[in-house]
């Protein structure tokens, strides 16, 4: 392993352990400033074919390594990116936006998950199945599904790479990834890294590019892809689970969620505050599991608003570049837009402001950490996921009306409550439609825990050791003529 840090900025992409320009680039811009940050290739189906033809050829010498010497590769990679960490927080925060510390967070937690699957790989246990006939034997082994597509979004640049591509290379499968268009130089900077730990070529391939459609098009359609891994919006994930349909794929879908954040009337206020800050303004509230609607029973609602309120206001707002900021930029104009028609259409509907509100003086893509009371479920933000800094308050009376308005509506992602009944806390956990419940917690991610939704948030788990089975099938052997 080399002492020296590396340059990790990347403009190719990169197929089969080759950088390639491509025919076109594309603008790859830092949201804070509109600044141009590289021209990154813009690669189509064509390349895509290429690069599922050398994860196709790859396949078989990844696949006849143990896991073992699998671990020993994923392990450099996962020492190089912790050796790299600064350089790759500041590649996060410049194209993404999020504050260096949360991009420091995000590195940590994504190398977090080569180290586990990395040791995890090694425990793809088959089993033994008590045979009834006298003359056969039955058993299992579990084994890579083949070529792993994946498909990433822009909110964690680099995490939601590793947490599928970890698994996928631990249990041998080889990986075409396709990174989200705004948030490219992450990507390439682990393949950088992936080259340097020594994954042979064609393991892991990177196909950077705008024409989503296109490139989608091409992993889904062909038969050598067994598996999609995808983490995106609910209508796109629903789009190419239609387009898995004709070649029977395998799916890993992590999509869209409308977490609820109940505060119950026993709830440690300041406790649900800080849960509160942490589940919704984390990365300017623009994460799936984001609280996006705060439930708050009637005899404590005024306390906890002005409680949240003040927190709120106190949120340092400004770009990655400015130490101490809390508060980076959304990552487009259309998410900022998205943020301003939901306060407009609640406060139609009778909702009142008590922070923020409204675009950021620092301009550009900038907006106020907001707080709306007296929010209804009938208003738009208690209905779509707002992806942005907005804190809707929504007033229930009882425990019944608390776990009907957290289970209405077709997600089914994350959900949060806080409370220090116990019987109470057991039977909300029990009675939620979410994958991941946290229980006076906001911070429920950890590559140890099963990361996934239930309803339409998604299809699968990653992360735990269920995130490895996600990546296998099982193989029934039966040997007869004893
Ligand atoms: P977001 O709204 O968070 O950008 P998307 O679902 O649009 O969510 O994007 C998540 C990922 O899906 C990105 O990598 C994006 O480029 C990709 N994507 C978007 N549309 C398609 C499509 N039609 N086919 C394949 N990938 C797509």
């Given at each position: 392993m080399q002492s020296e840090p590396l340059s990790?900025?990347?403009?190719q992409a990169y197929i089969n352990g080759q950088w390639l320009s491509g025919q076109t680039r594309s603008a790859v811009c830092n949201?804070?400033?509109?600044?141009?940050?590289a021209e990154v290739a813009d690669l189509d189906a064509q390349d895509t074919r290429a690069a599922i033809a050398a994860a196709h050829a790859a396949l078989p010498a990844w696949q006849a390594l143990s896991a073992k010497q699998r671990a020993t590769i994923l392990l450099r990679w996962h020492a190089l990116i912790l050796q790299h960490q600064q350089q790759l927080a500041d590649l996060i925060s410049q194209e993404q936006g999020k504050p260096l510390a949360e991009s420091l967070g995000e590195i940590a937690y994504g190398a977090s998950y080569l180290e586990w699957f990395a040791e995890e790989g090694k425990r793809a246990y088959g089993e033994v199945i008590p045979s009834p006939f006298a003359d056969k034997r039955l058993l299992t082994i579990r084994q890579g599904i083949g070529v792993v597509a994946a498909i990433t979004p822009w909110n964690f640049p680099h995490a939601m790479i590793t947490r599928k591509v970890a698994p996928a290379l631990a249990a041998g499968c080889s990986v075409v990834l396709k990174p989200a268009a705004e948030t490219p130089l992450s990507a390439l900077a682990l393949a950088a890294l992936a080259e340097q730990a020594g994954l042979?070529?064609?393991?892991f391939n990177v196909v950077t590019g705008t024409d989503a459609a296109a490139i989608g098009g091409e992993l889904t359609a062909s038969?050598?892809?067994r598996k999609l891994s995808f983490t995106g919006s609910t209508a796109v994930g629903k789009l190419l689970m239609r387009q898995c349909a004709d070649t029977v794929k395998k799916l890993g879908l992590e999509l869209g969620g409308n977490a609820p954040f109940i505060v119950f009337d026993d709830a440690d206020l300041d406790a649900a505050v800080q849960g509160a800050l942490f589940a919704k303004f984390r990365n300017s509230g623009q994460?799936?599991?984001?609280?996006?609607r705060l439930l708050v029973q009637d005899s404590i609602y005024t306390a906890f608003a002005e409680k949240l309120a003040t927190a709120v206001a106190a949120l340092q707002v400004g770009p990655?570049?400015?130490?101490?900021?809390?508060q980076g930029p959304l990552i487009s104009p259309a998410a900022v837009a998205k943020v301003q028609r939901h306060i407009a259409n609640a406060v139609s509907l009778g909702a009142k402001v008590l922070t923020g509100g409204a675009a950021h003086?620092?301009?550009?893509?900038f907006f106020q950490p907001t707080v709306l009371a007296?929010?209804?479920?009938?208003m738009q933000v208690a209905q779509?996921?707002?992806?942005?800094?907005l804190a809707p308050l929504i007033r229930f009376h009882d425990e019944a009306e608390a776990i009907r308005l957290a289970n209405s509506g077709e997600s089914g992602l994350a959900a949060y409550f806080y409370s220090r009944d116990i019987g109470r806390c057991w039977r909300v956990a029990e009675a939620i439609e979410a994958g991941m419940v946290g229980i006076n917690e906001g911070a429920i991610s950890t590559e140890v825990a099963p990361f996934g939704g239930i309803k339409q948030s998604g299809l699968g788990r990653e992360g735990s050791r269920h995130g490895l089975e996600d990546f296998m099938e099982i193989k029934y052997l039966c040997f007869g003529g004893l």
């Open positions: 990790l900025l990347r403009e949201p804070a400033s509109g600044q141009l940050l042979p070529a064609g393991v038969p050598q892809v994460t799936c599991v984001c609280a996006n990655a570049s400015e130490p101490g900021m809390q003086a620092r301009g550009g893509h007296d929010v209804t479920e009938q779509e996921e707002t992806f942005g800094p």
